[in-house]
């Protein structure tokens, strides 16, 4: 669940009275023992105690989807972690606790010797009337929000081949398609990806299911024509994903 919080509010409203601009600039992620994340948030949340709180640091990305709805999105890098967390928050530039989310217990992995860590995505929206003027936030979305194919692969390897593209997925398909061997894909849809076997050697793929996909009308799934997929359950022909904004990273 996820909610504006009244201190929130009070401060958009005083700020909007003053014909000043709401600029939310922080990202917190924490965990709370005990929390259910099927529980109504409570509108005077206490800010997170110190030791709940696993990651602070700026939002990665602000648009507008539209003139009443503004997305912030954070977008951790491999080597962040390891934690855990079931609570997420969107703070003001003046320490304002502005909004929280309650979400299922989550864990970033981190890189280390013995695995590549992942980068996991996380998106937070607000709605209200104007908010987009409220919090000054105009970037259009189409720009970068649901593909953040040049953040991500910047951050995850510098060296990936030219030609390599953005796909997003709305069907089942066999890739590579048009001798393009796209580097990150987004399932808008239910629907299996079939990669064959000519994937170049070391190459990387970011998969990531959208926040609109609804989990329970299908699967999300990538297969390979040959070969196997290792997984932390062992090795298997295809890999379904169970959890939509989170990026799964598959190295050949």
């Not at 939002?59 to 999105?73: G, Q």
């Not at 409220?134 to 953040?148: K, S």
Request: proline share 7%; aromatic share 8%.
């Amino acid at each position: 669940m996820a909610e504006i919080l009244n201190r929130g509010m009070m401060l958009i409203t005083q700020n909007l009275a003053l014909n000043v601009a709401t600029h939310i600039d922080k990202m917190v992620l924490a965990y709370k023992p005990g929390l259910n994340y099927t529980d109504p948030v409570n509108p005077d949340e206490p800010d997170p105690a110190p030791g709940e709180i696993k990651y602070r640091g700026p939002v990665t990305r602000a648009s507008a989807i539209s003139p009443d709805k503004v997305v912030y999105s954070l977008l951790l890098e491999p080597t962040v972690g390891p934690f855990t967390f079931n609570w997420m928050g969107l703070e003001a530039r003046d320490g304002t606790l502005v909004a929280v989310s309650y979400l299922p217990d989550t864990v970033k992995v981190a890189k280390d010797a013995n695995q590549p860590g992942d980068t996991l995505i996380r998106n937070f929206i607000l709605a209200f009337a104007r908010a987009s003027a409220a919090l000054d936030v105009t970037i259009t979305p189409e720009t970068w929000q649901f593909d953040f194919t040049d953040y991500i692969n910047t951050a995850i390897s510098d060296g990936l081949r030219t030609g390599f593209s953005a796909s997003a997925i709305t069907a089942d398909s066999s890739l590579p398609a048009n001798g393009k061997y796209p580097s990150h894909l987004r399932f808008m849809k239910p629907a299996a990806v079939t990669l064959d076997e000519t994937w170049p050697d070391g190459s990387r793929l970011g998969v990531i299911v959208d926040h609109s996909v609804d989990m329970a009308a299908g699967d999300c799934i990538i297969r390979l024509s040959t070969g196997s997929i290792s997984t932390p359950l062992g090795a298997d022909q295809q890999v379904r994903l169970i959890e939509s904004g989170r990026e799964f990273v598959f190295e050949k």
